[in-house]
């Protein structure tokens, strides 16, 4: 028993010397460093991002052909969000993300194909939020919590407005959650929104150390992440 406890107490300062140097706030649960486990865990988080909002992007132009009915063009268009073809638009290519987002619900958008719009604006979103400098791979050690907190914002706005957002015409702006036959509902759209929504929320707290319940306030209207 004596030689269990003793490598459990061992195990456990080693752990706690190593988050201390790794984090010089640590006690205080302030710090924006981000090394060590933390750079995995986020890393892995920015890569999921990407991944859902692709999935969210190619739902959207499946259940939203208006915005553009040419699959092959769709996925040109996949791949210029996330820089792995040409620009598309460029008259909106250099708009930060909150820009973008308020593009994808204005009455009048820049360009017509609104789920782009929301792709490139969300896609963004991610890499200010993380300081990515656009690519899956943290560039830096440093994530300002302000900065996750600014985009978990907007990316409530954006889950919200993708489900009540009409037109002049009282028709939804984007079809997503509606009955369909037998009045089944697929949830899909939800999904996605809450698995970012969550891990951005982890993320938060492994940066600031502020609890679940997010104690700060939450904006109408999309902001400025950086």
């Not at 988050?19 to 706030?25: D, H, K």
């Not at 865990?41 to 915005?67: D, M, Q």
Request: glycine share 8%; hydrophobic share 40%; charged share 20%.
């Amino acid at each position: 028993m004596v030689l269990k406890f003793t490598a459990a107490a061992v195990a456990s300062l080693l752990a706690t010397a190593i988050l201390a140097g790794c984090t010089p706030n640590f006690r205080k649960g302030l710090s924006d460093t981000v090394c060590g486990l933390d750079v995995k865990i986020i890393s892995y988080h920015v890569k999921r991002h990407y991944k859902l909002i692709e999935e969210l992007v190619s739902r959207l132009y499946a259940k939203n052909p208006v915005y553009e009915p040419d699959k092959q063009k769709r996925m040109a268009k996949i791949n210029s969000i996330f820089n792995r073809g040409g620009v598309v638009y460029p008259q909106v290519e250099n708009l930060l993300s909150y820009q973008l987002l308020t593009q994808a619900f204005s009455e009048t958008p820049l360009v017509h194909d609104r789920v782009f719009l929301l792709g490139l604006g969300l896609k963004k979103g991610i890499d200010e939020g993380y300081a990515t400098g656009g690519s899956v791979f943290l560039t830096g050690c440093q994530i300002d919590s302000g900065r996750l907190q600014r985009l978990y914002s907007n990316m409530v706005q954006a889950n919200w407005r993708l489900k009540t957002y009409t037109d002049k015409n009282g028709r939804l702006l984007f079809i997503t959650n509606e009955a369909g036959e037998n009045g089944y509902i697929n949830m899909g759209f939800e999904v996605i929104m809450t698995r970012m929504l969550t891990r951005i929320e982890d993320d938060i707290y492994l940066r600031s150390g502020l609890e679940k319940n997010l104690a700060f306030r939450l904006s109408t209207i999309f902001v400025s992440v950086i």
